[in-house]
């Protein structure tokens, strides 16, 4: 049976109240927050912000024990600004398929090929700024 979205979450991601940056208790343990600064409220949005290059790890370990809807919208947010991540595109084409959900599949490569093609051509001018999120 498929844990819920909000079990899966609880107890694993904490939020920093001062700078509203996610991390996940295991993998961030190493530098995780004071006690004083952890927020319990959780909202998952797209401008959410993760503890430097941990928000794909984090998205990705998190959605393993999600029903496919649940998973696919936290694979989402882990490929949005991060179009290289080929094994989270690998997952969500996994769940996308099991639920028949094939133009879904067609419209998410487009997608991934066109931000590719993007930071390349940004690359080759010379003009890219590496930022991490």
Excluded: Q, W
Aim: charged content about 25%; hydrophobic content about 40%; proline content about 2%.
């Amino acid at each position: 049976m498929y844990k819920s979205c909000y079990d899966v979450i609880s107890g694993k991601i904490i939020v920093n109240k001062r700078t509203a940056v996610l991390h996940h208790t295991e993998f961030c343990k190493d530098h995780l927050p004071y006690s004083r600064n952890i927020e319990s409220r959780i909202i998952f949005n797209s401008n959410m912000r993760f503890h430097k290059t941990k928000k794909v790890h984090i998205l990705s370990e998190l959605s393993k024990n999600l029903s496919a809807e649940d998973a696919i919208e936290i694979l989402l947010l882990a490929v949005n600004n991060n179009p290289t991540s080929v094994h989270i595109y690998d997952k969500l084409i996994k769940l996308l398929g099991k639920l028949k959900r094939y133009t879904s599949i067609h419209l998410l490569l487009d997608d991934a090929t066109k931000k590719l093609s993007a930071e390349l051509r940004l690359l080759k001018r010379g003009n890219y700024d590496i930022t991490v999120s």
